[in-house]
């Protein structure tokens, strides 16, 4: 009833910048929290970084003062602006909706993307 379309991974070399956004399409009433997670082989899915509908952010220690996450919720529509990759960055990324209203009243807690992957390359 809800999908998430990410775009704007890819491939880039340490030192540079990607944009990554994710639109949730379907009949929204509104959503709670939109954030980015990322896994890297061998590893758990962690938080980069999520905001409110509010505009409150959160990010992991490992990308603050780099990333930058921002939303459009007239557009139900989230990004991810990623400046001085590391290699380290490397990963699938995950767009989350948490907390879902669709305009039917139903409640879903949580949906997710189907994942991006960010290469950066030392």
């Known amino acids: 009833q809800v999908q998430l379309v990410e775009s704007g991974g890819g491939l880039m070399q340490a030192g540079g910048s990607l944009r990554l956004s994710c639109a949730a399409s379907?009949?929204?009433?509104?959503?709670?929290?939109m954030g980015w997670y990322r896994q890297a082989p061998g590893k758990q899915r962690e938080l980069v970084a999520d905001?409110?509908?509010?505009?409150?952010?959160n990010y992991a220690d490992s990308v603050k003062g780099r990333f930058t996450i921002s939303r459009d919720n007239a557009k139900n529509t989230v990004y991810l602006q990623m400046n001085s990759l590391k290699p380290e960055d490397t990963a699938v990324y995950y767009c989350?909706?948490?907390?879902?209203?669709?305009?039917?009243?139903?409640?879903?807690?949580?949906?997710w993307g189907q994942g991006t992957q960010v290469t950066v390359s030392s």
């Open positions: 905001i409110t509908s509010g505009g409150s952010t």
């Open positions: 379907g009949r929204i009433f509104s959503i709670n929290a």
């Open positions: 989350n909706a948490d907390g879902t209203t669709l305009i039917s009243g139903s409640y879903y807690p949580d949906y």
